[in-house]
């Protein structure tokens, strides 16, 4: 079965700082990989995925994320966080065979940004 | 455009009761997923609809839980004999045909069951 790790709970960078939010998955083959974002009183919004090639896939919000198969990691950056960041972060895996797209999430990081 | 949309978006029930949960999707959507998050957690695929038909329902936590799409469009999340463990926000998603265009997801249903 296929499984996500975000080892961090709960992170606090300073504005201006740089952002590293880890995620670990657990699939038999490579997966695809997502990163969504949740904002309080906001649907989740997708802000970067990962299906096949380069393994640094560009996001919205000056987002990216490097996969690295040997690491079984997807872990998602930002060189300089604004305030506006603060939110959870879901990390998610979907499977590669089937005809459903459906998604398993991490338990999420949330990230506070301090002034 | 508008995007997806559910209703209520607070839904406090008794232990024991029927609760329906409604999903609007985006309009010309023909893919609908229905998640729960609970607190603390990262949101648990429950049930996927193709147009009218369930293609994937491997999430629904047992029986009680039952959802439709009549005419592949709105769908609702129905609950039966509502326990303390549905406690949950119920988070609605929709995509364009092809596999993994991207789930648009509403801004969830939160149920309490006292």
């Known amino acids: 079965a296929q499984s996500v790790t975000q080892p961090d709970i709960h992170i606090t960078v300073s504005e201006g700082a740089s952002l590293e939010l880890r995620c670990n998955y657990s699939?038999?083959?490579?997966?695809?990989l997502f990163w969504y974002v949740q904002s309080p009183g906001q649907g989740l919004q997708l802000l970067l995925k990962?299906?096949?090639?380069?393994?640094l896939v560009q996001g919205i919000k000056g987002f990216e994320a490097e996969f690295k198969r040997s690491q079984s990691s997807f872990n998602l950056r930002k060189p300089s966080v604004h305030w506006s960041d603060a939110a959870e972060y879901f990390c998610a895996v979907g499977p590669t065979t089937g005809t459903a797209s459906k998604l398993t999430f991490g338990t999420g990081t949330r990230l506070q940004v301090t002034l | 455009g508008a995007g997806v949309s559910q209703t209520p978006s607070n839904k406090v029930t008794e232990k024991g009761k029927y609760v329906e949960l409604r999903c609007d999707p985006i309009?010309?959507?023909?893919?609908l997923y229905w998640y729960r998050q609970s607190l603390g957690q990262g949101p648990e695929f429950l049930i996927y609809f193709q147009g009218t038909g369930a293609a994937d329902d491997s999430g629904l936590p047992n029986d009680r839980f039952f959802a439709v799409r009549p005419e592949g469009s709105v769908s609702t999340l129905k609950i039966q004999r509502t326990e303390r463990g549905d406690s949950a926000v119920y988070l609605c998603a929709s995509s364009s045909s092809g596999r993994y265009n991207e789930q648009f997801f509403g801004p969830g249903t939160r149920l309490t069951v006292l």
């Open positions: 699939y038999g083959a490579t997966p695809y």
């Open positions: 309009s010309g959507h023909t893919a």
């Open positions: 990962y299906f096949s090639g380069d393994t």
